[in-house]
C-alpha cells in the first residue's frame, strides 16, 4: 500500500452528499431466490446418485 504525505492529505477536499431521503423518493428492492436439486436413484442396487444444486438471484430496484 502507497503512503501518502500530509500536504496529499491537506490538498484533498471533500463534499457531502444529499441526505437519502432526497435522492430518491421511492426505493424498492425485489429479490427473488431459486434453488433446484434433484437426485435420482430408483430401481438400482449399490448404485450412487449426485446431485447439483444451482442457485439463481435476481435483484431489480427502482
Request: hydrophobic fraction near 50%; proline fraction near 2%; charge should be negative.
Given at each position: 500500500?502507497?503512503?501518502i ?29 431459486v ?28
Amino acid at each position: 500500500m502507497d503512503t501518502i504525505s500530509v500536504a496529499e492529505l491537506e490538498a484533498t477536499t471533500v463534499e457531502l452528499l444529499p441526505s437519502r431521503e432526497t435522492l430518491a423518493w421511492i426505493n424498492i428492492a425485489n429479490i427473488t431466490a431459486v434453488n433446484l436439486a434433484l437426485a435420482v436413484n430408483a430401481g438400482t442396487f449399490g448404485s450412487v446418485a449426485y446431485a447439483s444444486a444451482n442457485q439463481l438471484i435476481g435483484v431489480s430496484q427502482s
